[in-house]
């Protein structure tokens, strides 16, 4: 039985669930990140072939994403995301098995990736689309923080996580790990009930999809927001070429691998919870113009250290200005699109951080095999701050937004 919304902004048990499930599905996300990164590098010993992790990933959600979306408002979510899980649990288990018996190959894992992503294609929306319905809609500010914080520590655990099992056990156990994780996060999907009923459910189609991509033209804000993060972290991105760092330029081995891929997530877990315990930040618009700039720095700076504690701090610095954009930008889409909509709404606004994720590593490993790493990180870095400016030039409203209270 679904409560009336009103203004109440307690939060559910249900949302704690999820909220576990969260933690259980983006720990194994990040894991399983780290552990190709290592192990395609260990086989390939290649930048190029880092890059094309990146690649494999992007062209299903790029093809799928949008399928995905449509499906999120048309079917139960829940349901969507569990079915999703199962390929995605399959995949782990291929490659701690290949990996075991020794026959893993770079065509099996590129083969695993592109699997995952195709899975994570309808995942992804359904996931996004159904946290405003787990809590009342005065509390979904909270709620956003409260799953960012969660998402933040889940992405510091799962690389550090990584380094640890790769060094203690190979990275098999790595992927063993991954397998168990998203079992975890199945269950726990199983238990999680909505509070409000979802808008009134349409069979997906083509005409569907484009109602999703016009509502995002037609609002600025929402362009912006999407825009600004796509191609600042497509520029800026580094994660792709952690393994040279930590083997080639820091030298600093598997457990400083993990404690390099976490330390970006260490820093958004510091931002998530100071954002946890202040007010809410009102001028969202130029505190994530700001965001972004400071990440776009603390990259270069990244870039060009050759101390591993200055690398480490730097990293975390474009952690915790990335946290911040996340949740000014989350919030900000959330609340500006009907509920009929956010599937797939959400659906594009994953496109855009796929294509900042997959893209960017893309652009980082061919970039660098073309020149260097140095140079990858830190022409990358100036690119996002260049990216930066020509939003803030182009899109005034994304200049002067403020979050509206939530009704």
């Known amino acids: 039985m679904f409560r009336p919304l009103m203004q109440d902004t307690r939060i559910p048990n249900g949302f704690w669930i999820y909220l576990g499930s969260r933690f259980c599905s983006a720990t194994a996300m990040t894991l399983l990140r780290a552990a190709i990164a290592w192990h395609v590098f260990e086989l390939s010993n290649s930048a190029f072939h880092l890059g094309l992790i990146g690649l494999v990933q992007f062209v299903p959600v790029l093809g799928l994403t949008l399928v995905g979306g449509a499906i999120a408002d048309a079917y139960d979510r829940r349901r969507i995301m569990r079915v999703a899980q199962l390929p995605i649990l399959a995949s782990g288990v291929l490659l701690a098995v290949a990996t ?46 409260f799953s960012s914080t969660v998402q933040a520590l889940a992405f510091a655990t799962g690389p550090a996580l990584g380094g640890i099992a790769i060094a203690q056990g190979g990275v098999e156990l790595a992927y063993a790990i991954y397998a168990g994780l998203v079992t975890l ?118 870039g060009l250290s050759r101390a591993f ?26 609340l500006a699109t009907p509920d009929a909509l ?39 870095g100036v690119g996002c701050l260049v990216v930066v400016a020509i939003v803030a030039w182009r899109i005034p409203e994304l200049r002067h937004y403020r979050h509206a209270a939530a009704a």
């Open 342 to 380: 956010r599937g797939r709404v959400s659906a594009v606004n994953m496109i855009a951080i796929a294509a900042s994720n997959q893209l960017g590593a893309v652009e980082s490993g061919f970039v660098a095999a073309a020149t260097s790493a140095t140079f990858a990180v830190v022409s990358g």
């Open 100 to 145: 075991a018996q020794d026959a893993a190959t770079l065509p099996i894992l590129y083969a695993a990736v592109f699997c995952i992503a195709a899975a994570f294609s309808f995942d992804s929306p359904a996931r996004q689309a159904l946290v405003p319905n787990l809590v009342p809609l005065a509390a979904f500010p909270r709620a956003v923080t």
């Open 185 to 302: 996060n199945w269950i726990g999907l199983g238990f999680v009930r909505p509070v409000r009923a979802s808008s009134e459910r349409r069979a997906p189609s083509w005409r569907a999809v484009r109602e999703g991509l016009a509502f995002v033209r037609r609002s600025p804000v929402i362009l912006g927001c999407m825009t600004l993060d796509m191609f600042a972290v497509i520029f800026g991105g580094a994660t792709a070429l952690l393994p040279i760092y930590a083997k080639e330029i820091l030298d600093v081995g598997a457990r400083g691998y993990g404690v390099l891929s976490s330390s970006l997530e260490i820093g958004a877990l510091t931002s998530a919870v100071v954002m946890m315990l202040r007010r809410p930040v009102s001028r969202a618009g130029p505190a994530l113009l700001v965001a972004v700039g400071v990440y776009g720095v603390a990259t270069i700076v990244f």
């Open 309 to 334: 504690p200055l690398s480490v701090a730097a990293f975390m610095i474009a952690g915790m200005a990335d946290q911040v954009s996340v949740v000014m930008r989350q919030t900000a889409i959330q």
